[in-house]
């Protein structure tokens, strides 16, 4: 017998190549919910771009379209009526731009003197934009995050 030769043999272990499927089944248990978290944060910054977009937006398309109506000879009331289309049709683009639909967000539109539209004033609009969760929202519908901002134009002060 030869002292010191080493065995070329190995036995296989039973808990050969368990390391590695521990490791998968962890890091799949622990990258879902980031990914979740990721996908959630990433659909409420939308919203919340979307709702300061909105409101910025359609606050100086009201103010336009108003200003260029009482330009045109127009009454204060129908400036104002043509103000607010006007912001509502600038709105539901807007939202669009963002994959929104106008049934995902609530308008308002005021004025800070009246009539609307009186030069110097200011047309502000209020928007809150909701934004379901992803993968639960069509499971649980009021699983919204409401988002809410605040636009405001002024308007003209040389009014013919």
């Known amino acids: 017998m030869v002292r010191g030769a080493v065995l070329h043999g190995r036995r296989g272990s ?26 959630t944060l990433a659909a409420v910054q939308s919203g919340a771009f979307a709702a300061e977009a909105v409101a910025r937006d359609a606050s100086r398309a009201a103010v336009v379209a108003g ?41 308002l539109l005021t004025c800070s003197a009246q009539p609307c539209l009186t030069p110097g004033s200011d047309v502000t609009v209020a928007v809150t934009v909701s934004v379901a969760l992803p993968g639960i929202g069509s499971l649980v519908p009021g699983a919204k995050v409401q988002l809410t901002s605040q636009g405001s134009s002024p308007v003209d002060g040389y009014l013919p």
């Open 14 to 39: 039973a808990d050969e190549g368990s390391a590695v499927v521990e490791f998968v089944f962890l890091a799949v248990l622990l990258m879902v919910p980031v990914v979740y978290l990721v996908l």
């Open 67 to 107: 200003v260029d109506s009482l330009r045109n000879g127009e009454s204060y009331a129908t400036a104002e009526r043509a103000a607010s289309h006007r912001a509502n049709e600038v709105a539901a683009m807007t939202l669009e731009d963002f994959h929104l639909t106008a049934d995902d967000a609530d308008m």
